[in-house]
């Protein structure tokens, strides 16, 4: 199991460090926490292993508010989110280059955590499946055999707004997901202590990307203890 928690814009170096002085990361699952750019050092210090939020696909160049492979190899970074439905939805990320970041970040030696996930009105009008097949299709052609992928299942619909896939409606998406690639998927869309064994529990679900509910040590760790407990 894989607990990975993103911060999302939230926690600078300070806010992050205190963070580590109280969370306890129980043995038996893996967990990985994403902070802002800003925090990153912060994080590779303390001992956990470390993604970032997004990363560029070509090593140095003009392009400003991007970060490269190789810059987040030299801090110690393990890894990268690519494709989180925040940077489709606001910042105008396409298919196209969110294969393009997990295909250098891969070739770079980081690991990648890929988001895909239908919004509302793509659920409801019956384009779900539709989709999940561009969006892992894409990623998948990046990938190649690199082997340090994860995807993550995040309905947009379930992102910061309490409401979670049912166990159901994620163990379809999820096996769904797996006939297309066949990678370790993590569910995400407020997982929170009380709804994480339950939405752990069900097959073909690998672990979590867990928002809001990452920010505080407790709940994070809660989240973790449950994943252990599996
Ligand atoms: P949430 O966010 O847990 O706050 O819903 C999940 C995510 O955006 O990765």
């Known amino acids: 199991m894989l607990i990975a928690g993103n911060w999302k814009m939230f926690k600078g170096p300070a806010e992050a460090r205190s963070f580590f002085e109280s969370f306890e990361q129980p043995d038996g699952v893996d967990v990985i926490v ?29 392009y400003t508010g991007e970060i490269s492979p190789p810059m987040l190899r030299e801090l110690g970074v393990h890894g990268a989110l690519v ?3 925040e940077r489709r939805q606001l910042f105008g990320e396409r298919d196209e280059a969110v294969a393009r970041r997990a295909r250098a970040a891969l070739e770079a030696g980081l690991g990648v955590i890929a988001c895909v996930g239908e919004t509302i009105e793509q659920r409801e009008s019956g384009d779900t499946e539709l989709v999940l097949t561009i969006q892992v299709e894409a990623i998948a052609f990046a990938a190649g055999t690199y082997e340090n992928l994860v995807l993550a299942y995040e309905p947009v619909w379930a992102i910061g707004t309490g409401r979670t896939a049912t166990p159901e409606q994620a163990r379809e998406a999820h096996a769904f997901i797996k006939g297309l690639l066949d990678r370790p998927v993590l569910y995400g869309g407020s997982v929170k202590p009380e709804n994480a064994a339950e939405l752990l529990g069900q097959p073909g679900i690998d672990g979590a990307l867990v928002g809001g509910a990452s920010l505080e040590p407790d709940s994070f760790a809660a989240i973790c203890r449950a994943a252990a407990e599996l």
């Open 83 to 85: 494709g989180h439905s």
């Open 34 to 62: 994403c902070p802002p750019f800003a925090s990153l050092a912060a994080a590779v210090e303390s001992g956990i292993t470390t993604y970032a939020q997004n990363v560029h696909w070509e090593p140095t160049g003009a």
